[in-house]
């Protein structure tokens, strides 16, 4: 594929393509599942006792389905193809649109009474579909990210201001090109454009800009002090057929800003309860069922680790500690004890380093591979904490960290975590509290059911190869 292919005609292109790949996807988990019900080793547990049907009959249906299949997944927008969707996020995108669509297929398959489909078979086309689909969406991503990389395809842009916001916005652009924008530079509002590269001309050239630069999208980013600007700037941009972003000052770095309407008002919803209804109800019977499971599973290896203790050094198996978790509220976190008894006798409060004197020899290997973890399973079974969340810190560190790290009390707004997005970023221990603290608001923003499920997984190869923990 060459470099004619240009943003524009690719926002066509990967959404077409993922619907024939689609389409070709419903059809064939149609006929796969035929094969396995009939004709497949699976006959020896599910006997076939009616004698196997026509497969005309089901590849005529596989062509409703398909049809019914990609209607239902363009209403629930997955063919608004986000880079930054994980592929377990598309998994469970894929998961909602095939349980949506299965019902309006039973519909059908009773209306059309001349023929009476299998049920496993359609129990064997909900899992193959949804194996296919996800596969096959990795794949389209894979391939878009590539061309985005080598610059096919991508949307060209420009940022519209001179302040720090505009230079954020293009330092992302820039440093993500894997999300399909190719930043040329800077449209400058007012002053000479000191700092800014590169230049690509001023507001009031806008128009010659776009001409010649052939821009698909302008992003207006401008701080605080040049807000008096925006209607200059917007009555400059009339007129001009492509898209312009407006980023409102802070909030696109610090918030998940989403349109809404009161009584016919629109508004712009910078703030929201992140886990409200019944999103709070799922996170919490997720961890219930976590910690049950995990508690169960790893009574054995905690008795162990609490006899190794007990015997390593002197003084109680299991370490307390004060920490500020939801809504600011204090709770007492449980570890196994790792340092020396009265650790911070002298020091006070302070963070554990690498090669810390004050850990003992059966601590420095439970650190290491977050094994004096474990007994807050008994936190997030309470209700205290969260599988995954903000790492809850003591009060005595919340009490400076508000004072200067910006909205660093935003962290509080869900339940801490025992693992979380920062630490699985390499941001543990004695790092960066400004970066850990964007990263635990992202993820307070962003929350979702398989934003978890990817944070576990992570979780667990840091844990295997013993990285970023002491």
């Not at 196997?52 to 927008?77: D, H, K, N």
């Not at 894979?142 to 060209?156: D, I």
């Not at 570890?335 to 850990?359: C, L, N």
Request: proline share 4%; net charge positive; with cysteine.
């Amino acid at each position: 594929m060459n470099r004619q292919l240009t943003g524009a005609k690719a926002e066509v292109i990967f959404p077409f393509l993922a619907v024939l790949l689609d389409a070709a996807a419903i059809i064939s988990s149609f006929g796969i599942s035929y094969w396995m019900r009939f004709y497949s080793p699976l006959t020896m547990i599910f006997p076939v006792t009616r004698g196997i049907p026509e497969l005309g009959q089901y590849w005529t249906f596989s062509f409703v389905a398909m049809v019914i299949f990609c209607s239902v997944f363009a209403l629930r927008g997955l063919y608004r193809l986000h880079d930054r969707i994980s592929t377990i996020e598309e998994f469970v995108r894929v998961l909602q649109g095939t349980l949506l669509t299965m019902p309006w297929l039973f519909a059908v398959a009773f209306l059309y009474r001349d023929f009476s489909y299998s049920r496993l078979v359609f129990l064997l086309i909900i899992i193959t579909s949804i194996i296919i689909l996800t596969a096959e969406r990795a794949l389209i991503k894979s391939f878009q990210r590539k061309l985005y990389r080598r610059g096919v395809g991508v949307l060209k842009a420009a940022v519209c201001g001179g302040g720090e916001l505009a230079k954020e916005i293009n330092e992302r652009l820039v440093g993500n090109p894997h999300l399909g924008y190719r930043s040329i530079g800077f449209i400058k509002v007012s002053g000479s454009g000191e700092g800014l590269n590169p230049v690509v001309g001023s507001i009031s050239e806008i128009d010659e800009i776009v001409r010649r630069e052939n821009l698909d999208m302008i992003f207006i980013a401008l701080d605080h002090e040049d807000h008096h600007r925006l209607k200059d700037v917007i009555r400059q941009c009339e007129g001009i057929n492509l898209d312009f972003l407006l980023a409102p000052d802070q909030i696109i770095l610090e918030g998940n800003v989403q349109p809404c309407h009161v009584a016919g008002v629109p508004l712009l919803k910078i703030k929201e309860s992140p886990l409200f209804g019944w999103k709070g109800i799922v996170k919490r019977a997720f961890d219930l069922f976590v910690s049950s499971l995990a508690l169960i599973s790893f009574s054995p290896l905690m008795l162990i680790i609490a006899l190794l203790v007990k015997l390593g050094s002197k003084g109680p198996v299991f370490y307390k500690q004060e920490r500020v978790g939801l809504d600011g509220r204090e709770f007492n976190i449980s570890k196994f004890r790792t340092m020396k008894p009265q650790a911070e006798s002298k020091t006070g409060p302070v963070w554990a380093k690498k090669e810390d004197v004050r850990t003992t020899g059966v601590g420095k290997f439970l650190r290491k591979y977050s094994l004096d973890e474990l007994p807050q399973l008994f936190n997030v079974f309470k209700g205290n904490m969260s599988i995954v969340g903000p790492r809850p810190e003591r009060p005595h560190f919340v009490k400076e960290f508000r004072q200067s790290v910006p909205h660093y009390l935003e962290r509080h707004r869900v339940r801490s975590g025992m693992t979380g997005w920062a630490q699985v970023n390499g941001l543990r221990g004695d790092t960066s509290i400004e970066q850990r603290t964007r990263y635990d608001i992202y993820y307070v923003e962003n929350w979702s059911l398989a934003f978890d499920l990817r944070i576990i997984i992570m979780t667990v190869k840091e844990v295997i190869s013993g990285e970023n923990a002491y």
